[in-house]
Nanobody, 127 residues
């Protein structure tokens, strides 16, 4: 079991930046693959934003490439998402996710791949 707790959300104007954090506690074996997802207003499904494996392999959604950076501090058991050049369409609830399986592949795994989820943090970007 692992517990995930996100923080860092807020309201910014378009072009601004935010840094999200996700502190993990519990079993480290359950954090082999970690990712950020988001769910925009009115959307039913969560969209994979970025993922990072224990080996350091990183994948991004096309919509955030060049603007967002995912990283993890293993010593502090924390996952980060640096978001720059924010757009109104980035407005969503952002979730941290993890799984004991390795990320693999060359894209962010779908939401049903991940067993553990945080409660989410709201990001609002005004145009």
């Amino acid at each position: 079991q692992v517990q995930l707790a996100e923080s860092g959300g807020g309201s910014v104007e378009a072009g601004g930046s935010l840094r999200l954090s996700c502190v993990t506690s519990g079993s480290r074996t359950s954090t082999a693959c970690m990712a950020w997802f988001r769910q925009a207003p009115g959307k039913e499904r969560r969209e994979g934003v970025a993922s990072i494996g224990q080996s350091g392999i990183i994948n991004y959604a096309d919509s955030v490439k060049g603007r967002f950076t995912i990283s993890r501090d293993k010593a502090e058991n924390t996952l980060f998402l640096q978001m720059n050049s924010l757009k109104a369409e980035d407005t969503a609830v952002y979730y941290c996710a993890s799984d004991r399986s390795s990320c693999g592949g060359n894209s962010v795994r779908p939401f049903n791949f991940f067993a553990y989820w945080g409660q989410g943090t709201q990001v609002n970007v005004s145009s």
